[in-house]
């Protein structure tokens, strides 16, 4: 490119490339919504709105020293939102941003692809390369300002124009189509940007809200002393749980040991960075956020407060999201801590090898253990398994779901739900040998569920109120041993086990089975309360 722009020509043609080449996800949902048989016109207006709006949002921005860097930024960003809004419909907002930053490298690594590599060659690197060997010709700047003025007057007059114009049309697209919005880029990544740092930073440094400093635990000394592992999931739908009915026997070992399935779980969030943090935190789903939840502390801290209690968090998967920043804690994603390792790939039962001693050592007090697993991790749900467990047939082995057929990937993804059924039988096998000296349950609960390919929606993190029941619905059970249901009157819950429960009921249902006494205690929302 060796001919000569303003700074204010070169964002129109970029924002003219965005709009055309980044948005085939907004458009063709559009296009649904809107048919393009009778909607010419007002489809071609959403263009000319989007493109309005992002030459007015990059002019505000623009100087003689931000124009060139932040083409660059907002091109090679735009090529990989389009690449994932395309590929899987996922939506990038403020939590999908932060799931993003949270990712390791693993998790990243999971999800490049050859052609996710094309998309940001073709679309981000090349028209950045055309972008910083422009030639911008700077005026003074008073100049500069008058034309700044000018363009965003300008852009404001054409969105206000065209939307008065079509104002029947944008009625309804502002009303009832609120998700389409969503799809825009770069305007409503830009956004989400915005709204996470200020989720993130806006309150300045975070000081942390002590909680349940009250808490003791009440119960006879002469009781037995307790074991519960919570076992905390990754990405397991219910619907797919053979336990609730599925088709295919994904629970065949759990279907032989005496639990209790829940058939009616809700997550907290759609991705682990939100659903995990809000599950042990005392704010309910509808009260939770970003904020309180890394300014607050959550049900591990207030069990610790009683001094009767020891904790340790295992974790197979990213980290614990803050959850266990004030416990004991150990990361089981390498050969060096996990036995269960092979071709980069730790398995979920390797956190089982050693909890006996680390039993022994606290065998005066009550254990809570949590394990986090790496469970049906997406999109390569082929490598959650060992091949022994490879019942179902073919499977998607690439990261690329897109390409594969919906068999291949429910066989993928069953096979990893068999590993699962493994794991957690595994568990209650290990709580088994403690019959005569403990109380024992088992609590398991998914962080989310997944999608996996229905309506061409594909992983999780989108939005709460838009998200299908297969990220919200989740699988979850326990598993209690003799000596812990003389305590509890079983039976009664077993009758109302398949009423609506969700991660809001964790944090009261710990403090419950620990038999702990606090302000911060809601009997309600305790599943086992009056059962005791």
Known sequence: MTQQFTQFKLIIVTSIFLVLFDNYTFFHNAAEIYPVSENIPFLFSLGVVL???????????????????????????????????????????????RNTVQTDLNESLDLLTLKQLGYFLFLGVLPSWLIYRSKVAYRPPGTELIAKIKVIGISLLIILGTVFLFSKHYTSFFREHKPLRYMTNPTYWIYAVGEYIGKTYGDGPVTLRRIGEDAKVVREKSAKPKIVIMVVGEAARADHFSLNGYHRETNPLLSKQDIINLSNVSSCGTSTAVSVPCM????????????????????????????EIAILWRDNNSDSKGVALRVPYEDYRTPEKNP????????????????????????????????????????????RYP?????????????????????????????????????????????????????????????????????????????????????THVGALMWFNASFKEERNIQTFLKRKDQPYSHDHLFHTLLGLFDVDTDLYRPSRDMFYRLQ
Not at 280 to 307: A, C, H, M, W
Not at 340 to 356: A, I, S, T, V, Y
């Open 51 to 97: 493109a309005a709006l992002t030459i007015l949002l990059l002019t505000f921005f623009s100087s003689q020293y931000t124009t060139k860097p932040m083409l660059i930024i907002v091109v090679m960003v735009s090529s990989l939102t389009n690449y994932f809004m395309h590929t899987y419909h996922v939506v990038i907002d403020s939590e999908m941003i």
């Open 280 to 307: 042990f935190s005392p704010y309910e789903r509808n009260e939770y956020s970003y904020q309180k939840g890394i300014s607050t502390q959550n049900v591990l801290d207030l069990l610790n407060y009683t001094n």
């Open 340 to 383: 269960f390792c092979e071709e980069g790939e730790c398995r979920d039962e390797g956190m089982l090898q050693g909890l006996e001693h680390y039993i022994a050592q606290n065998r005066h007090k009550d254990i809570l253990i949590v394990l986090h697993q790496m469970g049906n991790h997406g999109p390569a749900y082929s490598k």
């Open 387 to 471: 091949k022994d467990f490879e019942k179902y047939t073919p499977v998607c082995q690439t990261n690329q779901v897109e390409q594969c057929t919906r068999e291949e990937i429910s066989n993928a993804y069953d096979n990893a739900l068999r590993y699962t059924d493994h794991f957690l039988n595994e568990t209650i096998e290990f709580l088994k040998k403690y019959e005569t000296t403990h109380a024992a349950a088992m609590l398991y609960m998914s962080d989310h569920g997944e999608s996996l390919g229905e309506h061409g929606i594909y992983l999780h993190g989108m939005p709460y109120f838009m998200a299908p029941e297969s990220q």
